[in-house]
């Protein structure tokens, strides 16, 4: 795989979350007839849940912690703090075969003009991906278990969605739109990755 394909796959992947080779060409081939086309509305469908004035941080608190999820062989993980600050930090990490593939890092900030979502990718070495500068999705609707951010500038990527199944569960949606050809779209599944309590065994004192 070169590292260009690799690239364009993982701007999908959370922010992160979108498929490469087999996994993306299983995608392409359940996308549906005219994907990427802009459909007339449809009067009987409910209206689409927006973002609630009173949504702060504090929703998303419950992001905080260490969470792993499998994209094909490859081992997903992310890391985040609490809200402190007006903002929630986080870490991703794509690793397969022992070899970190891509690292990212990502911001929820408290704005005054709602909440945002900042994240830019780098090489183990910190090198940073993209040259622009960090992508920044803003929050775009929220419902009692999915919270949407939309990138009003470009399609990489476009959307990201955090749907949250229990305590310990959540699935992590991107949609990558490019300029030409179908849009691409992939969920992984995180699972809370709970930390082993310190040993009771105490060291006996030297004598």
Same mark, same amino acid.
């Given at each position: 795989?070169?590292?260009?394909?690799?690239?364009?796959?993982?701007? *999908?992947?959370?922010?992160?979350?979108?498929?490469?080779?087999? @996994? !993306?060409? /299983?995608?392409?081939?359940?996308? =549906?007839?005219?994907? +990427?086309?802009?459909? #007339?509305?449809?009067?009987?469908?409910?209206?689409?849940?927006?973002?609630?004035?009173?949504? &702060?941080?504090?929703?998303? $608190?419950?992001?905080?912690?260490?969470?792993?999820? $499998?994209?094909? =062989?490859?081992?997903?993980?992310?890391?985040?703090?609490?809200?402190?600050?007006?903002?929630?930090?986080? $870490?991703?990490?794509?690793?397969?075969?022992?070899?970190?593939?891509?690292?990212?890092?990502? &911001?929820?900030?408290?704005?005054?003009? +709602?909440?945002?979502?900042?994240?830019?990718?780098? *090489? #183990?070495?910190? $090198?940073?991906?993209?040259?622009?500068? =960090?992508?920044?999705?803003?929050?775009?609707?929220?419902?009692?278990?999915?919270?949407?951010?939309?990138?009003?500038?470009?399609?990489?990527?476009?959307?990201?969605?955090?749907? /949250?199944?229990?305590?310990?569960?959540?699935?992590?949606? !991107?949609?990558?739109?490019?300029?030409?050809?179908?849009?691409?779209?992939?969920? @992984?599944?995180?699972? /809370?990755?709970?930390?082993?309590?310190? !040993?009771?065994? /105490?060291?006996? #004192?030297?004598?």
């Amino acid at each position: 795989m070169t590292r260009a394909t690799l690239r364009k796959a993982i701007l *999908t992947a959370f922010g992160a979350s979108l498929l490469i080779a087999g @996994i !993306s060409e /299983r995608a392409a081939g359940q996308q =549906p007839a005219g994907a +990427g086309t802009q459909a #007339p509305p449809d009067a009987t469908k409910p209206a689409a849940p927006v973002q609630a004035p009173n949504t &702060t941080l504090a929703d998303f $608190a419950w992001l905080a912690g260490r969470w792993q999820g $499998a994209w094909g =062989p490859r081992i997903a993980q992310q890391v985040w703090t609490a809200p402190k600050a007006g903002v929630m930090l986080g $870490a991703f990490q794509l690793a397969e075969n022992d070899k970190t593939l891509v690292l990212e890092l990502f &911001t929820l900030v408290e704005d005054t003009d +709602g909440i945002k979502l900042h994240l830019r990718h780098f *090489t #183990p070495a910190l $090198a940073a991906w993209e040259k622009a500068g =960090p992508a920044v999705l803003k929050l775009a609707s929220t419902d009692p278990k999915t919270i949407t951010f939309e990138n009003a500038v470009d399609g990489q990527p476009k959307r990201a969605a955090f749907t /949250r199944i229990d305590a310990d569960t959540y699935v992590s949606r !991107s949609e990558i739109v490019p300029e030409k050809g179908d849009p691409q779209v992939t969920e @992984i599944t995180y699972h /809370r990755q709970v930390e082993a309590p310190p !040993s009771k065994h /105490r060291r006996k #004192p030297t004598q």
